[in-house]
């Protein structure tokens, strides 16, 4: 079965600009979650998705945002990028919720 | 809100020796606890969850509700086991369903 599939694995962009992630979640899976990853703050929750719907959401500012296709393919977008917002981002899978199968992730550098 | 805090950020041991990954949290209802590691250059992957009480690679973990912790250990270290590892969270209601993660331990297992 293949794994989580995230892409683009590499990103460079420019203050103001933005960016769409995408996420390829296990054959199945209908649960999809996001994460940002960086050293100073570890592991932080963005939002999560189940059924096309967001089922929860972390705190991070409205320039985040995300959606579920039908197929449970999902996409993270972050407009007006800032140079704070560079970072390794993450997405999950699971079939309800419960343990979660990670992405290689998406390594965002904003210049 | 649920909090997990893990309070080293480094482990150093020698092949063969024990180890104690140490991971509190903070919740009030009854939270799913989990290990997670990562490898050098892979993805993030589940070491091992609270419900299910087994044995990973040698590694236990006992919740421990009156502590409110869940550490991780391990009898007799071997090098591959050198990684990060992070302890994880879920609640157990609506928007505290999420993972949250804690800093994360490097773990570093010498020769």
């Known amino acids: 079965k293949a794994g989580v599939t995230q892409t683009p694995r590499y990103l460079i962009k420019t203050r103001g600009q933005q960016v769409t992630l995408s996420c390829s979640p296990i054959s199945g899976h209908r649960s999809v979650s996001w994460y940002q990853q960086t050293p100073g703050q570890g592991l932080q929750f963005l939002f999560e998705y189940f059924s096309e719907t967001q089922r929860n959401k972390g705190n991070f500012p409205g320039r985040f945002s995300g959606r579920q296709f039908s197929n449970s393919r999902s996409e993270m977008n972050v407009s007006t990028l800032e140079l704070g917002d560079s970072a390794l981002y993450l997405c999950?899978?699971?079939?309800?919720?419960?343990?979660?199968?990670f992405g290689q992730g998406t390594r965002l550098t904003v210049v | 809100a649920q909090r997990v805090t893990q309070p080293e950020k480094l482990l150093s041991v020698f092949k063969g020796a024990p180890v104690e990954l140490k991971c509190n949290y903070s919740?009030?209802?009854?939270?799913?606890l989990f290990w997670y590691v990562q490898y050098s250059r892979q993805r993030l992957q589940l070491l091992l969850r609270?419900?299910s009480r087994e044995s990973i690679k040698g590694f236990t973990a006992d919740l421990n509700k009156g502590e409110t912790s869940f550490h991780l250990k391990k009898p007799f270290a071997q090098e591959e086991d050198s990684a990060m590892y992070y302890c994880a969270l879920k609640g157990d209601t609506g928007a505290n369903s999420k993972l949250t993660f804690g800093k994360g331990i490097t773990l570093s297992v010498r020769p």
């Open positions: 919740y009030s209802g009854s939270p799913e």
């Open positions: 609270h419900i």
């Open positions: 999950a899978s699971s079939l309800r919720g419960e343990t979660a199968f």
